[in-house]
C-alpha cells in the first residue's frame, strides 16, 4: 500500500531551528509537496521538490532524497507565528496526492 | 482577486438530510477536487474532476455525489448525511494535473456538523 509517515508532533523554542521529517512509500513519485495549516484553516503551499536536492526559499528549505524516499522539511530563526501543522504529501503515478497525517508543530517562547 | 471559495464556513444540518457545499474558483484551473480532514488524519480524496463534464472517485466517494457542468463551479452533496463529530471539508484546484504544474491550493474549507 501507499504510506507516507511525519512525526505526530514537535516542539521548538522561537528563534531556533527546527526539521520535519517525511518518509514515503508510493506506487510511482511525481514530486513531493509540503503544506502548512494553521489550526482551523486550509493548508496552504509551502513546497515541492521532484528532483533529489535541497530547495530554499527564505526562512524554509526542502530537501528530497527519492532514491531513500525521504525529504525534510527545514525552518529557520523560528516565530512564533510558524505554530502549525505541516503536511507532508507526494504525488504517485496518477498524479494523485497521498497525504502523511501533519506534524503538529508548537513554538516556545 | 483570483482564489476559490468555498461557502458557508458553518453548516448544519439534521440527521438524514441532504447538504450540497459549494466551491467556486476563478483561476482557470482545469482540475478540481474535494477532500475530507479528520482529527489526526491526513486529508481523504472524496471526488475530482480534471476536465468539465467528467468526474472520478477518490478513495472515500461512498456517500458523496458531485458535479462538473462549468469549469468554475464542483459543489459536492452528502447524500443522507451521519450523524458524527464535525467534518472538515476542503475544495482544491491545480493548473493542469500530470504536466508538473499539479500543485493544489485550496480554499477555506466548510465545516459540517450533523445534528
Known amino acids: 500500500g501507499q504510506n507516507i509517515d511525519q512525526p505526530t508532533e514537535m516542539t521548538a523554542t522561537e528563534g531556533a531551528i527546527v526539521q520535519i521529517n517525511c518518509t514515503y512509500q508510493t506506487s510511482g513519485f511525481n514530486g513531493l509537496f509540503w503544506y502548512q495549516q494553521h489550526a482551523g484553516e486550509a493548508p496552504t503551499f509551502l513546497s515541492y521538490n521532484v528532483l533529489d536536492g535541497l530547495e530554499e526559499k527564505g526562512r524554509f528549505s526542502s530537501f528530497l532524497s527519492r532514491s531513500k524516499g525521504y525529504s525534510y522539511l527545514l525552518l529557520k530563526e523560528l516565530q512564533m507565528k510558524d505554530s502549525a501543522s505541516y503536511l507532508c504529501a507526494v504525488s504517485d503515478s496518477n498524479y494523485q496526492l497521498i497525504w502523511g497525517a501533519g506534524t503538529k508543530l508548537i513554538i516556545k517562547p | 482577486d483570483g482564489g476559490i471559495t468555498q461557502s458557508p464556513k458553518y453548516l448544519f444540518r439534521k440527521e438524514g438530510q441532504n447538504v450540497t457545499l459549494s466551491c467556486e474558483q476563478n483561476?482557470?484551473?482545469?482540475?478540481m477536487y474535494w477532500y475530507r480532514q479528520d482529527p489526526g488524519q491526513g486529508l481523504r480524496l472524496i471526488y475530482y474532476s480534471q476536465i468539465v463534464n467528467d468526474f472520478q472517485k477518490g478513495d472515500i466517494a461512498e456517500g458523496y455525489s458531485v458535479s462538473r457542468e462549468k469549469k468554475e463551479s464542483f459543489p459536492l452533496t452528502v447524500t443522507s448525511a451521519q450523524k458524527n463529530p464535525t467534518v472538515f471539508y476542503l475544495c482544491?484546484?491545480?493548473?493542469?494535473?500530470?504536466?508538473?504544474?499539479?500543485?493544489?491550493?485550496f480554499g477555506p474549507g466548510t465545516r459540517l456538523t450533523v445534528l
Open positions: 483561476l482557470n484551473h482545469d482540475a
Open positions: 482544491a484546484s491545480s493548473p493542469a494535473p500530470g504536466t508538473g504544474s499539479d500543485t493544489q491550493y
